[in-house]
């Protein structure tokens, strides 16, 4: 079972960015899938997350909108669609893979990607 995030880079404040999870040995559209993001020296916190058919998501940005998650199930893969980047945004972002009634909390994850590196500076 491997999770692949991609799509990370140095991007510049006010600039846009798509983070790619891609599932090997493991069928996404059973589980409900999220994104976690870690600053240096902090903890990991909850960033987003989608439900198995993609038609409920949850989004814990302060900056509605910013942020938003999505799924294709044929395709096995889920993205996140970041806008406004922000310095503060500058993290390791990793997707995971929960089967978990508290999704929407960030709760339940079993499966965890290796991060994609998001740093935004100019």
């Known amino acids: 079972v491997q999770l692949q995030a991609s799509g990370g880079g140095l991007v510049q404040p006010g600039g846009s960015l798509e983070l790619s999870c891609a599932a090997s040995?493991?069928?996404?559209?059973?589980?409900?899938m999220g994104w976690f993001r870690q600053a240096p020296g902090q903890e990991r916190e909850f960033v987003a997350a989608?439900?198995?058919?993609?038609?409920?998501?949850y989004n814990v940005d302060s900056d509605k909108g910013r942020f938003t998650i999505s799924r294709d199930n044929a395709k096995n893969m889920v993205y996140l669609q970041m806008n406004g980047l922000k310095p503060e945004d500058t993290a390791v972002y990793y997707c995971?893979?929960?089967?978990?009634?508290?999704?929407?909390?960030?709760?339940?994850?079993?499966?965890w990607g290796q991060g994609t590196l998001v740093t935004v500076s100019s």
């Open positions: 995971a893979a929960a089967q978990s009634a508290d999704w929407y909390l960030g709760v339940g994850y079993k499966y």
């Open positions: 040995g493991l069928t996404l559209r059973y589980y409900q």
């Open positions: 989608i439900n198995l058919s993609g038609g409920a998501a």
